[in-house]
């Protein structure tokens, strides 16, 4: 869905809904999911999320194994590697989600002005082999996400 | 470390993630809402809103100094779209 701009001349970004998997509780084995819709990036390579959004949600983060090299930087601020649980609605199927394995930057803190939102970049895209549909024909217009 | 093993979630929503989501979406397309929180993220249960902030953590941390502030785990955040006339 769109998200349009006070700008004297028409933009928009496109959030999409989304969930993750968290915490029901700290250390606990139990866990839920909290709504926290993305932003669509691909000016960035791989997925961010931000640091208020994994502290203040508790999100279940499982290390990447076999990550070579240095994890990039975001917006100047070092990052770790990490992977959750994203939670999509599926339009086949009202009311039902499926489950994706994101990789992502986690940086060590808030960058300033970035939106507070979960990135997704072009990595995730990339893996799950996904199409991307804006229809920019109007303001309102929504866009698709077409994943195999 | 230990390992925790997480039992798999349903690929539908429960009822605590239902009202999350209700709260949500009352939230993201209020015009009130909008003029009031535009550009912001607020925290919000049963269509109260506990805290805002310019991210989740700030949001948070004003709920909980909110008395009788909901606990984590039940209460929608929502980065709020800025309000343009004639967009609802």
């Given amino acids: 869905m769109?998200?349009?701009?006070?700008?004297?001349?028409?933009?928009?970004?496109?959030?999409c809904q989304s969930w993750l998997t968290c915490h029901s509780a700290p250390s606990s084995a139990?866990?839920?999911?909290?709504?926290?819709?993305?932003?669509?990036?691909?000016?960035?390579p791989l997925s961010v999320i931000p640091i208020a959004i994994r502290q203040s949600l508790d999100v279940v983060i499982t290390p990447v194994r076999g990550w070579k090299g240095q994890v990039p930087a975001w917006s100047g601020i070092s990052c770790r590697i990490g992977r959750v649980r994203l939670w999509l609605p599926i339009q086949e199927g009202p009311g039902s989600y499926r489950d994706?394995?994101?990789?992502?930057?986690?940086?060590?803190?808030?960058v300033e002005n970035a939106s507070p939102l979960v990135h997704i970049g072009t990595q995730f895209l990339l893996e799950y082999q996904a199409a991307v549909h804006l229809d920019c024909s109007s303001i309102g217009a929504r866009g698709t996400l077409v994943i195999p | 470390m230990k390992k925790v093993k997480h039992p798999p979630l349903s690929p539908y929503l429960d009822e605590r993630e239902l009202q999350i989501n209700d709260d949500y979406e009352w939230c993201w397309h209020d015009p009130e809402m909008q003029k009031k929180y535009g550009g912001m993220v607020v925290m919000v249960h049963k269509r109260k809103i506990w805290g805002v902030g310019k991210n989740h953590l700030q949001a948070l941390n004003a709920a909980q100094r909110e008395p009788n502030c909901p606990p984590k785990g039940v209460s929608a955040f929502v980065v709020m779209p800025h309000y343009v006339k004639g967009s609802n």
Wanted: proline share 10%.
């Fill in chain 1, 30 to 44: 139990y866990t839920y999911r909290e709504r926290a819709d993305f932003i669509l990036a691909t000016e960035h």
């Fill in chain 1, 100 to 110: 994706f394995s994101l990789l992502a930057l986690l940086p060590d803190e808030e």
């Fill in chain 1, 2 to 15: 769109p998200s349009e701009f006070s700008f004297p001349a028409p933009a928009v970004h496109y959030f």
